[in-house]
């Protein structure tokens, strides 16, 4: 079992994944941009790193948590970044939410150094990651998903490889795709039953019986959205950012999606009503004006 494994980001998310490896048997490190955040996690036993580039040549291993992709390119790109600090034969495992055209650049850079690179985006919150019950797609050469296996398993209950590097990212792009069109049309059904004077909570009983359903009916509508708890952690910034890659994406392959496109709009133009801090099944409310 590789022994030392790093967590770059320690927000929510790459808290509880460190927590999870730790619990798993691994000597954890980490790094993030915010000092308090950093005392805090020493405080759970994992060690902090005094930068990027110290943390990635201290590991083996090395995840990254990570907002966007821009925020990878510059930890691994900058001047005290993973490139100046890690050694050859590092793997890298990318968890962000990422531009998969980016992801390619980063990967090519880091393989020029002898370091290999994994994109595994990861679905499940906060909560999956501090239970390592994620669900990741994972991009990459078989042979270093191979040698990345404990840790992925580590932090994650289920995982599909689907293709070479960025494959990931594609597939957890069209993941969040589907889920954001699915919390619009949903919420535009609901608000269709209450008019004709029924229940949600049935009506989604009924649905989620029948062919209709989906994760946002049997997940999101009676966890966050029925009850108006909107605490799931992910917020409208974050899941515009996704929608608006996959957009990009369908475009760059020059792929007819009129549906996808209307629904990039409908996310777009909720900013208007939805500040980017807001939990993203608020987008099940939306009424565009």
Request: hydrophobic share 50%; glycine share 12%.
């Amino acid at each position: 079992m590789v022994d030392k494994v790093g967590v770059l980001g320690l927000g929510n998310m790459g808290r509880g994944m460190a927590a999870s490896l730790q619990r798993a048997g691994f000597d954890v490190s980490g790094y993030d941009a915010a000092p308090e955040t950093l005392q805090h996690v020493a405080s759970d036993g994992i060690r902090p790193a005094r930068s990027v580039a110290a943390l990635a040549g201290m590991v083996d291993q090395l995840v990254l948590s990570l907002p966007s992709s821009a925020v990878v390119e510059a930890v691994v790109f900058g001047e005290d970044g993973v490139l100046a600090g890690a050694r050859p034969g590092l793997i890298v495992i990318d968890t962000t939410t990422a531009d998969p055209a980016s992801t390619r650049r980063v990967a090519a850079a880091l393989r020029d150094k002898g370091i290999r690179f994994i994109d595994a985006p990861v679905s499940g919150g906060a909560k999956g990651a501090a239970s390592a019950s994620l669900t990741m797609v994972l991009g990459g050469d078989a042979t270093d998903i191979a040698a990345a296996e404990p840790v992925l398993a580590a932090m994650s209950a289920r995982r599909t490889h689907v293709g070479p590097v960025s494959a990931g990212h594609v597939v957890k792009l069209l993941n969040n795709l589907l889920c954001g069109a699915h919390l619009l049309i949903a919420g535009e059904a609901m608000r269709a039953a209450r008019q004709g004077g029924l229940d949600p909570a049935t009506v989604l009983a009924a649905i989620n019986g029948g062919s209709g359903r989906s994760a946002v009916t049997e997940v999101n509508f009676p966890t966050w959205i029925l009850g108006e708890h909107f605490d799931s952690g992910f917020t409208m910034k974050l899941m515009r950012k996704d929608i608006a890659l996959a957009r990009a994406l369908f475009d760059d392959l020059g792929v007819t999606t009129p549906f996808a496109q209307a629904c990039a709009a409908l996310w777009a133009d909720s900013g208007a009503q939805l500040a980017d801090a807001e939990d993203f099944n608020k987008i099940a409310a939306f009424e565009p004006k």
